[in-house]
Every structure is written in C-alpha cells, then in structure tokens.
C-alpha cells in the first residue's frame, strides 16, 4: 500500500472512530424534550391487582357492565428522565408518537418529587370533584368550600396562610368560590394589604396580606382548591397514575354504580377530560397517544373534549369512532345513546 493510501486508510479510521464516540456521547446526553407515547387503558369499573378501582360507601350501588376506561400518555422526559437524540429519532418516526420542548409541560428547576407530588394532587382533586359532579346529576346536595391546597416558602402568605386553612372572605367578600377569591385580590392594587378571614383547626381567624405582582396580576401568592362535603365516599384505586385527565370517566363510573342498569348497556366506552365544578369538561395533552392506548385495549368508542378535537381529527384509529363533549351531561347522555344503539345524533369532533 503506498503512502497515499496508508494515510487515506488511517484518516478514514479516525473518522469513523470518533463517529462512534460521538454516537455513543449522543445515548448519554440529555435534550430538554419530552416525548408523548400510548399509555395503558384502565377500566374505571374494573380491577387493578385485584382491588376494585372504585369504591362506593355510604350509598346504595348496583351491578355495572361493560368498561369506562381512563387512558393515559406514557411521558419520557422532565425532571429526573433522560431524553437523548435516539429517543426523539425514533419518536419522530412513529405516527403515534409525539415531541415537545420539555418547557411546555414543566416549570423550570421542578424535580421529580415535585412534579409526582402536584400530579397526585391533582389527581385526588380530579377524584372529589368527578364525585360531586355525579352526586348533583343524581339531585344530591354537594356543598363546597375554598380551601389554600398549597403555600410556596417565597409567597407573600408564607407564615401567614397554611395548607388546609378555609378561605371564609376576602376584604369581607364571601369565598362562595375560587373565582370570587381570586377575583377580590386582583381587584386590590400590588402592595396593598389585604384581610383574609380564615377557618384554622375549628376556629376563624383574620390574617392580613400584602398583594404582589405576577406577571401583571396581584395576588396573595397561595394556590387554592374546591373542597366539598360529599354525602357518600368515593374511593378511586389508580395506582402511580396522576394528573386531572381523568375527571370526565371517574363521574361517569361514579354515577353509573350509584344508578340502576348498565349504563354502557355492555360496551367498551373510553375518553379522556378534565371535569370542573360546575360539570365542564376541559381539555388534556396527548388525547392522540390516548386514543392508541384506547383502541389497543378494545374501545370502539372515545369521548374527547371539544378543546381537544383539532388534534385528535384525523388521527382517530381504524376501528374507533371519535365523540366530542363538552359537559358531563353531553357525555353522559352519549353513553346512554351508545348503550342504545342509537348513535345517528352523536355529535362528532369535526
């Protein structure tokens, strides 16, 4: 071999030597992505490890049939999770896969206990409200009450409010709800002090605030949640899953063991959806990944939120027929026409 050639052979060897240390490099190193994939199916009023998902006590409840599923999307990325080139490679060659800067679905800085811990908490809420949701369509009385779910350390209401505290008023507004809260401290200029009456261990106190600016709003600095007094208590057996994703399908199981007959009349029913006070259903991320997840585990029919149609619109699997709803009730009598057979009126997402 002559010179020439020696020293094309050895340049093409280290060429090709640091490729594969570049590559092996690419497997380690973490890209600021998350990646959405098909999670598993789960019915609502089925087993999970051999526990019921859902308990009722307190109330009669009859025999149920057929499946409400909650679905969910498999997340890899965010805090504690590694996502590298290979992972969005082959995330972008897959039609039920998808990719979005991690920026889009975690704060800055959020660890995993964090992000597990307000996923829990939102997941319990999404429970309590799904039961009080089905209670009032059942013509039970539900009372609520405003309570702080949480008080970050560099809060203003820090050493003030606690974690648990009832919000009574605000400057002598009644906290009929989180709106009429939230709405008397932004009617409050930044810098102002603000009286909030309390109910702490049994007894009402009044502790005064001084209002800050968040990004153009005055606030207290507390984040509040939607307490109720349920007349029955609800159980739900979700495992590690969390988030509010599931509200719509855990009311529709709730009311459905708490009335005569099988509401599904025997069919495969899933769908996804917050539920808010009130009865709406609000939108989720991943309703496309969901809707895999759906039909792998055998649901012909998916109940979307209305928000969610645009994306869901032409990537429904074969086999599926997509449902757009916007309340519990648009979903509850969906299922009713489902379990009839009488879908002709069903309104569609698009």
Same mark, same amino acid.
């Given at each position: ?46 087993? @999970?490890?051999?526990? !019921?998902?859902? #308990?009722? *006590?307190?109330? /009669?409840?009859? =025999?149920?049939?057929?499946? %409400? +599923? ?77 309570? @702080?779910?949480?008080? !970050?350390?560099? #809060?203003? *209401?820090?050493? /003030?409010?606690? =974690?648990?505290?009832?919000? %009574? +008023? ?181």
């Amino acid at each position: 071999m002559s010179g020439r050639g020696s020293r094309a052979a050895a340049a093409a060897l280290t060429t090709t030597f640091v490729l594969v240390i570049v590559a092996a490099g690419l497997t380690f190193v973490g890209l600021p992505y998350v990646v959405l994939s098909p999670g598993p199916a789960t019915n609502v009023l089925g087993d @999970v490890g051999g526990k !019921p998902v859902l #308990s009722v *006590s307190g109330a /009669k409840t009859y =025999p149920t049939g057929g499946a %409400l +599923d909650f679905t969910t999307v498999a997340f890899d990325g965010g805090p504690g999770r590694t996502v590298t080139v290979y992972d969005l490679a082959r995330a972008w060659l897959r039609d039920d896969t998808d990719t979005a800067p991690e920026r889009l679905y975690f704060p800055p800085d959020a660890t995993a206990d964090q992000v597990q811990a307000e996923n829990a908490e939102m997941m319990n809420e999404s429970q309590v409200t799904a039961a009080a949701t089905a209670l009032r369509a059942l013509g039970r009385t539900v009372t609520t009450r405003v309570a @702080v779910a949480s008080v !970050p350390a560099s #809060s203003p *209401s820090a050493g /003030k409010l606690e =974690p648990g505290d009832v919000v %009574l +008023d605000v400057d002598g507004a009644k906290a009929t709800d989180v709106q009429a809260v939230q709405q008397a401290v932004t009617s409050r200029s930044p810098g102002e002090d603000v009286a909030v009456r309390v109910r702490r261990d049994g007894t009402a106190r009044t502790v005064t605030v001084r209002t800050a600016d968040v990004q153009g709003r005055t606030v207290v600095g507390v984040v509040l949640r939607t307490d109720y007094d349920l007349p029955v208590q609800v159980t739900l057996n979700t495992g590690q899953v969390g988030g509010p994703s599931a509200g719509l399908m855990f009311s529709l199981a709730i009311y459905d063991v708490l009335t005569p007959g099988e509401l599904t009349g025997g069919q495969r029913i899933a769908g996804t959806g917050t539920i808010e006070d009130g009865g709406a259903v609000g939108p989720i991320s991943g309703v496309r990944q969901k809707m895999v997840g759906a039909r792998e585990a055998g649901a012909r029919w998916f109940l979307s939120p209305a928000g969610d149609c645009d994306d869901a619109v032409g990537h429904v699997p074969d086999g599926m027929t997509l449902v757009k709803v916007t309340t519990f009730e648009d979903a509850r009598t969906s299922v009713q026409a489902i379990a009839d057979g009488d879908t002709s009126g069903l309104p569609r997402c698009g």
